[in-house]
């Protein structure tokens, strides 16, 4: 079929869609007199349907970024085919709550068929160039769900039975299909999203700007992640910051950029290991007021020169992608990332050092305790199943995001994860020595993730440097360690995705399950040894304690076997393999223990 057949077909699809979820919006609306669950039900319906609106806005209306012609267009054609079968299984989802809603008022055409949008033309359409007017101008009618014959069986009802019916058994069935079809709808809306952002379209600035900008992609949350995109593109393109790019350093008076004043005195505090610590600092507006309010900042420490014994200082290109990092971590971004906010970096000479400086939430111990230090503490007892396949779904989701913007991390472990206590049950801890803390003092499920180690964009060529600390390269690819020659790629942010993941699900740090020999041994071990010693921990002790599910995503980490051949120089298809395969099966895991 020729693109212009199938754009054709999945505006009419999505044209349907919309009117499927105007008439079930009207359908919930006869029940909402009886409590407010009901108003909140068609509050969702209708949410649901403006974002459907908006994204026929953004696929379907013509723009001058594409010379005149559609978003849609622009995706390949098994893209839109995939996006056309999206819509229609969309709509089937949709239709079940609709024949519910119409047999509980009474109509009885509602099981053949007869309310089905598309066998009458009462409702607006779509297809008039997204140029539809605001919901409560639009005339929407039911046909035959409204008429005299449904209307005598609706009337013909008592109240308190229709009342009754919808309590007992209507409401729940309907909550119950209106929550799928959201569930379906948020995928729908990430796919076409990836589509805009990891196929050959992405790399188009003008169509990034037009994400950023457009009122219907801010509707759908595309905004953000383009705007990352653009930002990730300006630093592959250019080697520097640039006359045109603030730098992020805070030089410490009423210099720099950020707007903060710091000063060696207020780095207060580090942890044990000397890598994450806490800065007291104040806006700088504020910089003369007595008695102003100082808040704390997060203080990660990147080494530079770790093997220099005498001072150096930091060259500029060093220089470069410490602001390229600052830059990208500073920007808004959505919570699935689980990064904290970039306040700036202070650059640390006499320790061969930068400081990055992230804000820290409100109400929690600002003295943050990584998940490796949780792990390996025997105060900390192994959190419940919920709470442990909540923190694995927000990490994977932060990896597929990450990828989605083309940024890589390239030291994803679980030292660099890190969590907040709260604030009310650790006042009395000593947190001189790092914190000793019962299992109730942390939320497992709220995770930051740190350590970019001055992650490049992917489009860099980066073949990285030798590093053979076990307790690092553990979580590093086997074509990654020692001295790697592999360019490095999305597989491996997954690969240490899977270590950790192993890590969760065991409750055991990865080097613990090293055997002593492997460990300790005189000479490094073999790469791939210890990727079969973690492959054989998982095969055989991860199903009994979390599952197969469980289990089988953590192999498909472990392996990089997402059945994906002939990729797209973009990996499309290994992006969205991993959010089939491993994003959304953890989700799903979550929202069912």
């Not at 009886?34 to 609106?53: S, V, Y």
Request: glycine residues 6%; charged residues 25%; contains cysteine.
């Amino acid at each position: 079929m020729d693109p212009i057949g199938i754009a054709g077909l999945a505006l009419a699809a999505l044209d349907q869609l919309w009117k499927m979820g105007e008439r079930t919006a009207v359908l919930v609306s006869n029940f909402r007199e009886f409590d407010n669950d009901t108003k909140l039900l068609e509050a969702k319906i209708r949410d649901e349907n403006n974002r459907t609106r908006a994204l026929h806005q953004l696929l379907f209306e013509p723009s001058n970024v594409y010379a005149g012609r559609t978003l849609f267009v622009q995706f390949d054609t098994e893209v839109q085919k995939n996006i056309h079968l999206f819509f229609e299984e969309a709509t089937g989802i949709l239709q079940q709550a609709h024949e519910l809603l119409s047999r509980g008022q009474g109509d009885p055409n509602a099981c053949a068929g007869g309310s089905h949008p598309s066998s009458d033309g009462d409702a607006p359409s779509m297809s008039n160039g997204g140029n539809s007017s605001p919901r409560s101008e639009m005339p929407t009618t039911l046909a035959p769900a409204t008429s005299p014959v449904a209307l005598r069986h609706a009337l013909a009802r008592p109240r308190s039975f229709v009342r009754l019916r919808w309590s007992l058994l209507d409401k729940k069935r309907v909550e119950a299909i209106l929550c799928q079809f959201s569930d379906f709808n948020n995928r729908i809306h990430e796919n076409i999203k990836l589509c805009c952002l990891a196929t050959t379209i992405g790399v188009d600035l003008a169509h990034l700007r037009r994400l950023e900008d457009d009122v219907s992609s801010r509707v759908l949350g595309f905004d953000t992640d383009a705007r990352l995109r653009q930002i990730v593109a300006a630093d592959a393109g250019s080697r520097d910051c640039g006359p045109g790019l603030a730098s992020f350093e805070i030089l410490g008076g009423a210099d720099g950029a950020a707007e903060l004043t710091l000063r060696p005195s207020e780095f207060v505090r580090d942890d044990s290991d000397g890598r994450f610590g806490i800065a007291i600092t104040h806006s700088r507006e504020n910089d003369n007021t007595p008695g102003r309010e100082r808040r704390p900042l997060l203080v990660e420490y990147r080494s530079y020169a770790p093997e220099s014994p005498v001072s150096v200082d930091l060259d500029d290109r060093t220089k470069d992608l410490v602001d390229q990092l600052a830059r990208l971590l500073r920007q808004p971004k959505g919570v699935v990332f689980r990064t904290p906010r970039c306040e700036g970096w202070v650059r640390q000479p006499e320790h061969n050092r930068v400081a990055f400086l992230f804000a820290i939430p409100d109400n929690v111990d600002p003295m943050s305790v990584s998940l490796l230090k949780i792990l390996s503490s025997k105060d900390v007892p192994p959190p419940p199943l919920g709470q442990r396949f909540l923190l694995a779904g927000h990490l994977a989701r932060c990896i597929s995001q990450l990828q989605l913007v083309k940024w890589v991390h390239k030291s994803f472990r679980s030292e660099n994860i890190l969590f907040f206590p709260s604030l009310d049950t650790t006042a009395s801890a000593d947190r001189e020595e790092g914190p000793t803390l019962p299992s109730s003092c942390i939320d497992i499920s709220e995770p930051w993730v740190l350590g970019f180690e001055f992650s490049r964009p992917e489009l860099y060529f980066s073949h990285g440097y030798g590093d053979s600390c076990l307790a690092r390269d553990i979580y590093r690819h086997p074509d990654r360690q020692r001295n790697p020659a592999q360019l490095f790629n999305k597989l491996h942010d997954i690969y240490a995705l899977g270590v950790v993941l192993l890590e969760l699900g065991l409750w055991r740090p990865a080097l613990d399950l090293l055997g002593r020999t492997v460990a300790t041994g005189s000479n490094a071990p073999d790469p791939r040894s210890v990727h079969r010693h973690l492959v054989r921990h998982a095969e055989r002790h991860l199903a009994s304690k979390m599952g197969s599910r469980y289990r089988d995503v953590v192999l498909r980490c472990l392996s990089g076997d997402f059945g994906v051949a002939d990729d797209t120089k973009e990996d499309l298809r290994l992006q969205q393999a991993f959010r089939a395969q491993v994003v959304e099966v953890l989700q799903k895991a979550a929202d069912t223990v």
